[in-house]
């Protein structure tokens, strides 16, 4: 393959340019041996083969590699006759002045040919011009000017002899105010031999200058004027034929001249701006010859490729860059490709550079040139370092795969569809799974296949806005599944161009789940509002019914001595009983606030739920209109429950009522039974109760109705105090209820629908104990004791109640203000009480405290708890802190007498 390709000789790029031609030498010494000749004595001398010194100055041919121009008439200037019969002086010495002005004026046009071959700009040709124009001909100025773009101004763009008034060059004259300017727009030159006598040609700048004698010619470059050349001489003289001949050939000679340059200067810029573009774009060419296995490279090539003065130009070393792995294939492709079957050479392959051995990429580009055989003879091509963009294409490649991956692996569905015809063009797995769909049926699909039919109008639409730039958002979308299944989507959209083509990709995101948690979410806020809000108005009911039971304590309490002091044929004792059923109503209502506050007195015991709606059920029959038919349905061996079998009464007589009346003037049914359930978390969420329920069984009650229902709005207020549908309702109602509920640990579920009746279902936990018996209590009416008994209260009205409803159970009383009083009072004397009744709300010390500092000063000392709070909770305050009663206000003498004589009889007083 070596005898193939021909390499580039290892000469500089400069041997491309032709040799200079030596005719400028050979003139100018032909020049110097007619100088010689002309010293000669007279008579001697035979020039006559040198009568045309244009014949030995023909340069056209001088170096003219740069476009300069052919300027091979300069040394026409006019013929001197056959000078070989030179008789007398004078004809010798004009002969010799004949010569020496030819001499002069082709040595301005050998040095001015000479500027332009020089490197550099116009300026140095110009001055060149003038200052050889000047000396050749001896007049004092010399002007080179130019019509500027505008056309209205001429630019003089070098001069001599014109002085300091006109400026530096290049200026500007208006082309009216100059003779030069009225060459350039006629073309015809101008001679003049006394220009300030002219009429014509007068030139106030010229007169100013002293200048007499004026030549101008034009300059033109292809037929067009460029420019012009103007002479003057402060004298006046007369003006030679040969001079004008010489000067109209200077001119024609300057215009080929500057074209010339102009030429060169645009090949410069061409070559430059080449090399250029071919460093931007790191592209070198070459030229293989094939008949001499050689080739020549551009500056930029040897670059790419690395390449020093050592490398060898041929097939051997541009096979030797070659990369190792791709060197085989590369011989084959050159080989049969581009060799045999004459196809162009386009290939993309690695080279291990020759200086530094650095592995490029690079993409090759070549045509075979061929003889009139057929056989190749040269191979023209380019070679591009395409390193950097098989970079970038291997990290868009490995940006691609990343992309892909997580594409397919994202966590929200993607769908790609066209914006045109609405069909899906890509889909990831997620999408897939979401929509129950391959892969394969999806792309078959368009964007109206995926969604509801009810919803495909305005989900278009949305399409559609989304394509228009309008909206890159369609929330709380549903989305169709392939089994008929819908599914709610966040679906945000992005426009972008794949394959020339507008896309709208969707990013899906099922919602389905964060609803529904967003559901339970406000359905806690819900509970949580109606929970702070039942608290708050419990702790107003609590505190109300504590006060209102201090003052109804001690209504109730004279009212019940009263009665029994006064003689019982009185009239006052009806009076009397009237008071004490008042107050017991009014006893009763301050119960109901207590117990929505769930601080009611709760006695607990340990009953069967089914067995007390049995006990009930006579009375519930009763209770109910005509119009409601009464069916009960109770459970048997439910385990037992922890409650206050007067407090559970109240619920179910309460929702029993409440449910009769639901039924109205028209015929229905009240259903009532009980049950049993394990109830999970799941199941207690959105329950009417605390947050603090408890997963395990629980034993319920269901009183129904088929009367007519409650919508959301009223659902949502059923629980709240004092709010009714009755015309004219009164009391707590079910807000009652729910405090019960709440303050045995249990919950109520509601079920109703607007005209369907409605359904509530009452839970309380199961009991871990069995059945309480029955406590058979005599009720003694006229048991009384003795000893000394510490009444503490912070109430002066509960003070003088209770000391003497104890005095008429037959005990001494001292009394106390608060803790602080008691403890002061019985540090005195602790062994004389035995009993201490104390309130559990009190200033500076409360109960709970004064309690614990009664027992350090007498451990078996028996205190009462007295409160209008929930026993339950007030005991479990002291509990593991010693024995204690407790009796909750507004109390009686009955209920004094109970509670104190179940201490006596327990041995403790």
């Known amino acids: ?123 140095l040709v110009f001055n060149c011009i003038v200052d050889e124009v000047g000396r050749a001909t001896d007049f004092e100025m010399v002007t080179l000017s130019t019509c500027d773009s505008t056309g209205e101004n001429m630019l003089f763009l070098a001069s001599i002899g014109i002085g300091v008034d006109l400026g530096a060059h290049p200026f500007l004259v208006s082309i009216d105010q100059t003779l030069c300017g009225t060459v350039v727009r006629t073309g015809c030159k101008i001679i003049v031999p006394n220009v300030q006598e002219s009429s014509e040609h007068y030139n106030p700048k010229l007169e100013k200058l002293g200048i007499k004698t004026f030549l101008c010619f034009p300059i033109s470059i292809n037929g067009s004027i460029w420019g012009a050349l103007s002479l003057g001489r402060k004298s006046v003289s007369p003006i030679e034929e040969p001079l004008v001949k010489w000067l109209v050939n200077l001119t ?40 001499k296995d050689s080739w020549k490279s551009s500056e930029t090539l040897d670059e790419i490729l690395g390449l020093n003065d050592s490398f060898e130009y041929t097939y051997q070393g541009w096979e030797s860059l070659l990369h190792p792995e791709d060197r085989n294939e590369m011989m084959s492709y050159f080989r049969n490709v581009v060799l045999r079957n004459r196809r162009p050479f386009n290939k993309e392959y690695r080279i291990v550079r020759f200086s530094d051995r650095q592995v490029r990429h690079v993409h090759g580009l070549g045509r075979l040139t061929l003889d009139e055989k057929g056989r190749p003879i040269t191979m023209v091509g380019t070679i591009q370092d395409i390193t950097d963009r098989w970079e970038a294409e291997k990290t868009l490649a490995e940006s691609d795969r990343k992309f892909r991956t997580l594409f397919e692996n994202s966590g929200e569905g993607i769908l790609v569809a066209d914006a045109e015809t609405q069909k899906f063009l890509f889909a990831n797995q997620t999408i897939c799974q979401m929509l129950g769909y391959s892969h394969a049926e999806i792309i078959q699909m368009s964007v109206s296949d995926i969604h509801p039919a009810p919803k495909v109008q305005s989900v278009l639409a949305g399409f559609e806005a989304q394509i228009r730039g309008e909206t890159m958002k369609a929330l709380d979308t549903p989305c169709l599944r392939k089994d008929g299944s819908t599914f709610q989507a966040d679906i945000l959209t992005a426009l972008v161009m794949l394959d020339n083509r507008k896309c709208n990709v969707g990013f899906f995101t099922d919602i389905t789940e964060r609803l529904k948690l967003e559901s339970d979410k406000l359905q806690m806020e819900r509970r949580l509002l109606h929970s702070q809000k039942l608290e708050s108005l419990g702790l107003l009911a609590g505190g109300i019914a504590h006060d209102f039971n201090n003052l109804l304590m ?34 009763d209502l301050a119960r109901q606030l207590l117990a929505y506050s769930g601080r009611g007195k709760f006695v607990i015991e340990t009953i069967d739920l089914s067995k007390v709606v049995q006990e009930m059920q006579h009375l519930l029959a009763v209770s109910v209109s005509k119009k409601a038919d009464l069916r009960v349905n109770l459970g048997s061996g439910l385990p037992a429950v922890d409650v206050d079998p007067t407090q559970i009464r ?201 309690f614990i500092e009664l027992r350090k000063l007498r451990a078996d000392i028996n205190v009462v708890i007295s409160s209008g709070y929930n026993g339950q909770n007030v005991m479990r305050k002291f509990s593991g802190k010693g024995k204690a009663g407790f009796i909750q206000k507004p109390y009686n003498l009955s209920d004094l007498r109970k509670v104190l004589r179940e201490i006596f009889d327990a041995g403790n007083l």
């Open 554 to 587: 001690a209504v109730i309490g004279h009212a019940n001595l009263a009665r029994r002091r006064v003689d019982p044929a009185s009239r006052g004792i009806e009076n009397l009983q009237q008071i004490e059923v008042a107050a017991g109503k009014a006893a």
């Open 1 to 123: 393959m070596a005898e193939l390709l021909e390499t580039y000789s290892k000469e500089p790029k400069e041997r491309w340019v032709r040799d200079e031609d030596k005719s400028k030498e050979q003139l100018l010494a032909e020049l110097a041996a007619l100088r010689k000749k002309l010293r000669e004595p007279a008579g001697t001398v035979d020039v006559g083969d040198h009568s045309d010194v244009g014949d030995h100055s023909d340069v056209g041919d001088a170096g003219d590699a740069d476009g300069a121009g052919d300027v091979g008439d300069i040394g026409g200037v006019g013929g001197v006759g056959d000078v070989g019969d030179v008789g007398g002086a004078s004809d010798r010495k004009r002969i010799a002045d004949d010569l020496e002005r030819r001499n002069r004026q082709l040595e301005a046009m050998l040095h001015i040919s000479e500027s332009a071959r020089l490197p550099g700009d116009f300026g």
């Open 252 to 291: 024609d000679q300057i215009g080929i001249l500057i074209k010339g340059k102009e030429n060169e200067r645009a090949l410069r810029e061409n070559e430059a701006l080449l090399r250029e573009v071919q460093k931007l774009a790191n592209l070198g060419h070459y030229v293989f010859d094939i008949s």
């Open 650 to 850: 109240q619920i179910i007589m309460n929702l029993v009522i409440n449910a009769s009346e639901a039924i109205g003037e028209k015929n229905g049914t009240v259903s009532l039974s009980t049950g049993s359930i394990d109830c999970d978390v799941k199941y207690l969420k959105n329950m009417w109760s605390d947050d603090s329920l408890v997963p395990g069984e629980y034993i319920f009650l269901e009183i129904g109705d088929t009367g007519c229902g409650m919508d959301k709005n009223t659902q949502a207020r059923i629980f709240d105090p004092f709010f009714t549908t009755k015309v004219s309702g009164r009391g707590l109602g079910l807000a009652a209820v729910i405090g019960i509920v709440r303050g045995h640990k249990g919950f109520v579920k509601v079920y109703s629908e607007p005209g369907c009746g409605s359904t509530f279902k009452v839970f309380f936990p199961a009991s871990s104990h069995s059945v309480s018996a029955n406590s058979n209590d005599a009720g003694k009416s006229d048991w009384s004791g003795t000893g000394r008994i510490l009444l503490v209260d912070d109430e002066e009205s509960v003070r003088d109640v209770g000391k003497a409803l104890l005095q008429e159970l037959g005990f001494e009383v001292e009394t106390a203000v608060d803790g602080f009083d008691a403890l002061t009072r019985f540090k005195n004397n602790p062994g004389v009480f035995k009993c201490v009744i104390l309130d559990l709300t009190m200033p500076r010390i409360d109960g709970e405290e004064t």
